[in-house]
Structure formats: structure tokens, C-alpha cells
């Protein structure tokens, strides 16, 4: 059985091209059961207002097709460059625009360089005064000094014994050349010659352990044939590593046998260390008394 309040309702927007406005003052139907019983039949032609972007879309488009940047077309059109995206995205860019492209890129790159050039010689200026000042803080290093910043850097770098881990020797890693030329002259320092110490290096497997082992024993002036076998690190492909190609070399494992005694030193020099350390800010508030 036919609704006729259906039939009225589709009668008034196909026959007389009433709007939905017209047809709920007409027949006195809510809005969304108007809408409900208007499904599937189209509006009238009168109703369907244009896209007043209509153009402008189009002539995104033309300017895109035509080689312009994102930044062109938004200009252009006036429209801001998240919308002159969404409008070309699909537009595929012409050879001629990555070349356009590049140029551009190629100039913003050299108008930057350009304008920090001066920056940075400035900073490079003033990173080498501060050096040459600082270098003349160190001066020459005695068998004090020498004593004082082997026993600070083996405590922050050497393997160290733990209550629940007794390990009372003196072992030493690490990667950076200079560290390690001053630990050496700190077991020097305490009468340790270089050809007592083991050395080993520690290295990815994927690098060259032979030519590492190599390459330290020049660096530091070893003795050949106190280098052990190497410790290979197995290597991760997903891992991203920025310490690859020919400068890198690996750690290097300094190992003092028969070291007990000299680790107890170790210990009794970070101790006073420590202790001092504490102190200095009573004796400051004495001194201030």
C-alpha cells in the first residue's frame, strides 16, 4: 500500500522542484523525515549551488601541470599552500619541475651558506682562543698529575670490583686514542712497562680486526706480540651505526696482570679524591667564617 504522505512529499520535489524548506512548509514534516522520504531522488537543478572554488581548482591544476611549485600556485590563486596540495596532489610533477625544483634547492642551499659563513668563522675563531687558553692551563705533567688523572679516568672507564663481585685487577677499555695514551702513561707512572700489560681489541664483526689490531699496536707503540686474540661484536644489519669505514678501529682492552695491588692504589687514590672533594665546601664556609 502506497504512503501517501511519501507520494506528496516526492510529488512536491520532482513535479513542483520544491526544496526541502518549501515541502516541510507545505506538508508540516520534520526536517529528517522530509530527508527520509526523499531518498534516492535527486534535487532539482536549481537547487545545486556551484563551487565558487570551481576555478580556482582548475587553474591550480593548469599551473601544476605547467611546472609551478606549491608555493607559486597558493600565491596565485590565493589560497593557502595546504590547499593548493590538496588540489594537485594528484597531478604528476614534469621532469622540467624537478629540475625547477633542484635549482631552487640548489640556490636556497648556497643563500644559506652564504649567510652563515660569517657565523661560523666567528665560532671557529673563538673555539680556537678558548683552546689556546686552555692549553695553557695544562703545562707539563708531573708524576703527581699524571697519578691523579690515571686514577680518576680508570674509575670512570676500567672495570671495577663489586661487593658482590670480587675482582680485584686493573683492566681498561675504551675507543678514544688520546684516553688511552694517558692511562698508559699513568701504569708508567707507577712502574708498569708497556710490554707487561695484555691488550685485545674489541670490534664488530663486520670491520677488520686485523688491521685494528694493527693500527693500535702503531698508534700507541705496543708490543706486538702482547695483543691476544680479538673480541668480535656480532652485528646487528637493523641497527643504524655511524662508526664504520676504514677510521674505525674498534676499543682496545688493556689488561695488568698480577694488578691487585695496583687497583688498591687505584682505590685509596679515588677515596682521598672523594674525600677532598667533600670537604672543600666545609673549608670554603670556614674560610668565609
Known amino acids: ?92 610533477a614534469s621532469v622540467e619541475d624537478d629540475a625547477v625544483r633542484q635549482r631552487r634547492k640548489a640556490h636556497a642551499k648556497a643563500m644559506s651558506e652564504a649567510r652563515w659563513t660569517a657565523h661560523r668563522a666567528e665560532r671557529d675563531a673563538a673555539r680556537a682562543r678558548q683552546h689556546a687558553a686552555a692549553a695553557r692551563v695544562v703545562g707539563p705533567l708531573g708524576e703527581r698529575d699524571l697519578l691523579l688523572l690515571g686514577a680518576a679516568i680508570y674509575w670512570c672507564e676500567g672495570a671495577k670490583s663489586k661487593p658482590w663481585r670480587r675482582d680485584d685487577h686493573v683492566q681498561f677499555i675504551n675507543s678514544d686514542p688520546g684516553l688511552l695514551a694517558l692511562f698508559l702513561r699513568f701504569l708508567a707512572a707507577c712502574g708498569v712497562d708497556p710490554s707487561v700489560p695484555s691488550y685485545r681489541v674489541s670490534i664488530h664483526e663486520s670491520a677488520d680486526a686485523e688491521a685494528a689490531t694493527s693500527w693500535w699496536a702503531g698508534r700507541l707503540g705496543l708490543p706486538a706480540d702482547r695483543f691476544r686474540r680479538p673480541t668480535l661484536k656480532r652485528h646487528n644489519p637493523s641497527t643504524v651505526r655511524r662508526n664504520t669505514g676504514t677510521d674505525y678501529h674498534g676499543c682496545l682492552v688493556i689488561t695488568v696482570p698480577r694488578s691487585r695491588e695496583l687497583y688498591w692504589r687505584i682505590e685509596g687514590m679515588i677515596a682521598e679524591l672523594f674525600e677532598r672533594a667533600a670537604g672543600a665546601g666545609v673549608e670554603e664556609t670556614d674560610r668565609d667564617a
Not at 14 to 30: C, F, N
Open 1 to 92: 500500500m502506497t504512503d501517501p504522505l511519501a507520494s506528496e512529499v516526492r510529488r512536491l520535489r520532482t513535479v513542483e522542484g520544491l526544496s526541502v524548506r518549501e515541502i516541510r512548509a507545505r506538508t508540516g514534516v520534520g526536517r529528517n523525515r522530509v530527508y527520509e522520504l526523499l531518498r534516492g531522488v535527486p534535487p532539482p537543478e536549481w537547487t545545486r549551488r556551484p563551487n565558487a572554488r570551481d576555478d580556482l581548482r582548475r587553474r591550480a591544476i593548469e599551473l601544476r601541470a605547467s611546472g609551478c611549485s606549491l608555493a607559486e600556485i597558493a600565491a596565485c590563486v590565493g589560497v593557502a599552500k595546504s590547499t593548493a596540495y590538496q588540489w594537485v596532489r594528484d597531478v604528476p
